[in-house]
């Protein structure tokens, strides 16, 4: 007697499941909301009890805040996100969330309380910048056009240019200073800093872009992907190296970069996408445990994780608007447009807002797209730096496709970084994103499973991984 077994067929399962219940819909929205709120008020915090009382002759002053314009303005960021992909399957996506709680948000409320223009005007101004993302993100949701070519197999490429631009850094590093690690305090680090950048750039120019692109991309290849697949020496190798960079350098995004690159491989890993309103939350968790063990024991948490990487987007960009409401605008004379424009300006807006708003010629005062911009040609200006940098998150979305996301979130994590403080223009050599996209380019892609299928450029709503159906099985007599 022949009998057939129960099928085992299972249906597809979409990457991102059924549609979430309006509860569950609910609930994520009033996370958020609460994060963002208790991000902004920390925020506050650290400028009101940290920054102000230690820094004020550099510009940190602070005046209570129009509560309803903070109203106003957290009303507006909610709205803003609206826009953002709920759920983030490409580097841009993650781009575009990681940029609004580091970049946009600071814009729209820390002049509120850190200038002494009218709360209207602030607003306005927030307004025009929350319209210009807004435009920005709706072009990068669209799905990654096949712009740049990848490769498929072999590794011996990419591997072949870590190792060069390894060298070339280290080697080059012990000639002109040589090589050490000395943690030293974060409060220590300025002197090591300016030094860095009167005494050592000034002879070895090229050690600058090899510094930023090996701190920036290279070592946390190394300790992602090390970590992605269990190879540990990788993951010490570019331990070590961020820790070379940093004393030589004592860029703090190095050591950041360190903890982060690990914690994110760790959460990504078996993902190919999270909430993204999680980014904010994490944000806003991650400012505040800074600021409560910093009321402990003042370890300096404050300085590098809420001041250096949150909190100053919004500090410059009032400087750079005062410095420049005459309308006299730089046209970036001082980089790609120097042979062809001419100016009353003889240095790049950074140090031109260091000399005017503080009085430190000596100090170089980078900005992000909307502040660089402004500097640049106004307000026409901030579109034009923010149609390159669609450009160039879409590079990246065509070259990181079907790379896995939790090496191309670790990856790309300083890039993005550097662009809530610099421009886009800066970004491509300066910072990382052109070797980037080589690296990406070159990484070799498996061709055997179903979890790459997010890879391939489809949008999320769009994109299943199916598994082959299961034929009935007949059993023995």
């Keep these: 007697m022949t009998r057939l077994a129960h099928s085992a067929t299972r249906a597809p399962s979409p990457i991102r499941g059924s549609r979430p219940s309006a509860a569950r819909v609910l609930f994520t929205f009033l996370i958020f909301a609460a ?24 510009g940190w002053v602070y005046h209570d805040p129009d509560a309803m314009w903070m109203l106003a303005s957290y009303l507006m960021l909610l709205a803003i996100a609206a826009f953002l992909p709920p759920r983030p399957v490409q580097f841009s996506g993650y781009a575009a ?43 990068l949701r669209r799905r990654a056009s096949l712009i740049v070519p990848i490769r498929t197999n072999g590794s011996a490429l990419m591997w ?88 030589t350098t004592g860029y703090k995004t190095a050591l950041i970069s360190i903890p982060l690159c690990l914690i994110l491989v760790f959460l990504l890993k078996n993902r190919s996408s999270i909430i993204g309103s999680m980014i904010v939350f994490g944000i806003a968790a ?33 400087l750079y608007r005062d410095a420049y409401a005459d309308g006299v605008w730089a046209l970036w004379d001082y980089s790609l447009l120097g042979p062809f424009v001419e100016t009353q300006y003889t240095t790049s807006p950074g140090f031109y807002v260091g000399e ?14 909307f502040a660089d911009g402004y500097a640049n040609l106004g307000l026409v200006g901030i579109g034009i730096e923010a149609v390159f940098l669609v450009v160039l998150f879409l590079l990246v979305d065509s070259a990181a496709r079907r790379v896995p996301t939790a090496l191309v979130v670790s990856v790309g994590l300083l890039p993005v970084f550097a662009l809530a403080n610099a421009s886009p223009f800066s970004a491509v050599l300066s910072f990382g994103f052109g070797l980037m996209v080589l690296l990406f380019a070159l990484y070799p892609r498996d061709q055997s499973g179903y979890k790459d299928a997010l890879w391939r450029g489809d949008s999320a709503e769009k994109t299943t991984m199916r598994r082959p159906p299961v034929r009935p099985i007949k059993s023995l007599k």
């Design 35 to 58: 994060s963002l709120a208790a991000y902004i008020y920390a925020l506050q915090i650290a400028f009101s009890d940290f920054m102000a009382p230690r820094f004020g002759y550099m």
């Design 97 to 139: 969330w990681f940029l609004y709680a580091t970049l946009l948000v600071p814009v729209a409320t820390v002049p509120q309380y850190g200038s002494t223009r009218a709360p209207l005007d602030s607003f306005a101004f927030a307004g025009f910048c929350a319209v210009v993302w807004i435009v920005v993100v709706l072009i």
């Design 160 to 247: 072949a240019l870590v190792i060069i631009i390894s060298a070339m850094t280290y080697v080059y590093l012990a000639v002109v200073s040589g090589i050490s690690i000395n943690i030293m305090s974060v409060f220590a680090i300025y002197d090591t800093r300016l030094a860095y950048r009167d005494e050592l750039i000034p002879t070895a120019p090229l050690l600058g872009y090899l510094i930023t692109n090996q701190g920036n991309v290279v070592n946390p290849f190394l300790m992602s992907f090390g970590a992605m697949k269990h190879r540990w020496l990788l993951v010490a190798l570019g331990v070590v190296g961020q820790l070379v960079i940093y004393s």
């Design 286 to 318: 991650l400012s505040w445990i800074s600021i409560v063990i910093d009321r402990i024991a003042s370890l300096g948490l404050v300085d590098i994780l809420v001041t250096r990487t949150f909190l100053t987007a919004g500090y410059l960009m009032s």
């Design 356 to 369: 005017t708003m503080l009085g430190r010629p000596d100090v170089q005062l980078n900005a992000s797209l």
